[in-house]
């Protein structure tokens, strides 16, 4: 591996054991094993590095709930398998990594530079929602469907991020978040009287 390599990997480890705030740009030369100067050589500044980090992080934490999903795009049964890859990546160590996330969302203008550019990989992450729940390919998917749908999804994670940091015990299992689902989907469908 380059620096370039060294530092996209120290700076992941950073993130999982320091968060966005408390990562130093010296905490990354440190973990990877490179010199102080590469970062901006390679990156530009630390926040361009640690958001570029962070964007592979949840790109590989996505990869792996991917797989085992095999249910019927749009399905209740496709649903329940997502989110169950989901919590069991929060079981297997990604908490760290959501907390990151939650600490940019969390830091006002204190961040502006990392908020903007993580802001700007939102669609991206939007986009690759819907493909998980529906089965189809990110190619075909609009850029309306980015905004609704995909808005939509990330809602949810989000949501759900939030009741497992704050308190794991009484967080939404797989289960309850698609037995929700399914009653809010009934409650907006009309029955017609026989």
């Not at 969302?105 to 993580?118: F, I, K, N, Q, V």
Request: charged residues 25%.
């Amino acid at each position: 591996m380059g620096h370039r390599e060294d530092l996209l990997e120290g700076a992941k480890k950073c993130l999982v054991e320091k968060g966005f705030v408390r990562t130093t740009a010296r905490d990354i030369v440190k973990a990877s094993g490179a010199n102080l100067a590469s970062i901006g050589y390679h990156y530009g500044s630390k926040d361009a590095l640690l958001t570029q980090a962070f964007t592979e992080l949840m790109e590989e934490w996505g990869e792996v709930f991917k797989t085992g999903v095999d249910g019927e795009g749009g399905s209740l049964e496709r649903f329940r398998q997502v989110w169950d890859g989901v919590l069991s990546q929060h079981a297997a160590g990604a908490g760290p990594v959501w907390a990151a996330s939650m600490e940019v969302a969390l830091s006002g203008d204190r961040l502006p530079e990392l908020r903007t550019l993580l802001a700007g990989s939102q669609g991206e992450g939007r986009r690759g929602l819907i493909a998980m729940f529906t089965g189809r390919p990110e190619e075909g998917i609009t850029e309306r469907e980015v905004r609704t749908l995909g808005a939509f999804y990330q809602a949810l994670l989000n949501g759900l991020v939030i009741q497992w940091l704050f308190d794991p015990e009484s967080a939404a299992t797989a289960e309850e978040l698609t037995d929700g689902m399914r009653q809010a989907a009934e409650a907006m469908t009309p029955t017609t009287p026989s």
